[in-house]
């Protein structure tokens, strides 16, 4: 077993609204081990950001809050730590990479401005070796003539191009973590396959760890070592990524793999889970997936199941698998 840089343990975060205070994010566990890529999956508004954001310390002032928990990297809890000295571990130790490029780059900052920003906070690296390390960077994530591209504006490139620029500067100052929060949900199908393969090559080649942020377990299957699933805030099922595809227990993880559109032949119908993730504000009083499980059983709709271990480092949050539901 591979040795842990970053260990979350029973995170919660809420936000601070109109309606009052919504719990977001529920005494969520995650570990990360070094050299390793976890994946994190489920739909929209299962709490995948959230996580991700609270890790970084990027929650909004005065409306997203950590409530209790803590953020172990190194053996250091992010979470106790001040403004400034959090500054030193964003970009530097920890980087992310942004669901949408177009809206995370500066359009009226140039593309080696914006990646050599962090090399001069970070490394004190100015003027032409500043430029030298920005083109080398540019062309270690495969794009062409980085000499020119480094001098233009994000509006000049594709998506795809801007999203390695986005690789790039989160690899500007080799960080041990690199968090990617859906960075290939915007791109085309065959762009999303390249992208995919450049973060895989480079994880590889700096033993750097991702935690990778996804909807889609196709993705996962490619990319992950080991994978938690999460549903309204919460894990339901982590795996090695081997033993949860050969051996997925929880619903809403068998739902999500059989909904892809490649399990599918010509003339059938896809399949879906019914329904949406229950808002914030409106959670089931039991299992929050139980609306959606066609396994409901009453308990499920009384009582949320732990997250228990069914085998060897496979644990799985769901009634199904909890002997003690016979005596509830």
């Keep these: 077993m591979s040795e842990i840089l970053l260990e979350v343990k029973d995170l919660t975060t809420s936000f601070q609204t109109s309606e009052g205070k919504l719990t977001a994010v529920q005494n969520v566990d995650i570990t990360i081990r070094k050299g390793k890529v976890l994946g994190v999956v489920g739909e929209s508004g299962c709490g ?27 053996g250091e809890d992010l979470v106790a730590l001040d403004e400034l000295e959090m500054q030193k571990v964003r970009g530097n130790d920890i980087a992310m990479i942004f669901q949408e490029p177009m809206t995370a780059l500066n359009p009226v900052f140039t593309i080696g401005n914006q ?46 191009m801007r999203q390695r620029v986005m690789i790039a500067m989160a690899l500007s100052c080799e960080p041990k973590l690199l968090i990617a929060d859906e960075p290939t949900t915007a791109l085309d199908v065959t762009i999303q396959a390249q992208v995919l393969d450049l973060m895989r090559n480079l994880s590889k080649e700096s033993n750097m760890s991702v935690m990778f942020i996804t909807h889609d377990l196709g993705v996962i299957a490619e990319m992950a070592d080991d994978v938690s699933v999460m549903y309204a805030g919460r894990i339901v099922e982590e795996a090695d990524a081997v033993t949860l595809f050969d051996e997925m227990q929880h619903p809403y993880t068998r739902g999500l793999f059989s909904s892809r559109v490649m399990n599918v032949k010509k003339g059938e119908t896809l399949q879906c889970i019914p329904g949406m993730v229950p808002p914030l504000n409106n959670l089931p009083r039991g299992c929050a997936f139980a609306p959606r499980c066609k396994q409901c059983m009453p308990i499920c709709e009384e009582k949320m199941p732990e997250l228990l271990e069914v085998a060897p480092n496979h644990k799985v949050r769901c009634w199904l698998y909890d002997e003690r539901r016979e005596n509830q």
């Design 48 to 74: 995948k950001s959230v996580t991700s954001l609270s890790i970084m310390r990027l929650l909004p002032k005065n409306q997203g809050f950590i409530d209790s928990g803590k953020v172990l990297f190194e």
């Design 115 to 160: 990646i050599g920003e962090s090399l001069t906070i970070h490394k004190g690296l100015k003027g032409e070796e500043n430029r030298k390390v920005c083109v080398e960077l540019l062309k270690k994530v495969k794009i062409p003539r980085a000499e020119q591209v480094i001098d233009e504006y994000p509006h000049q490139l594709s998506g795809g």
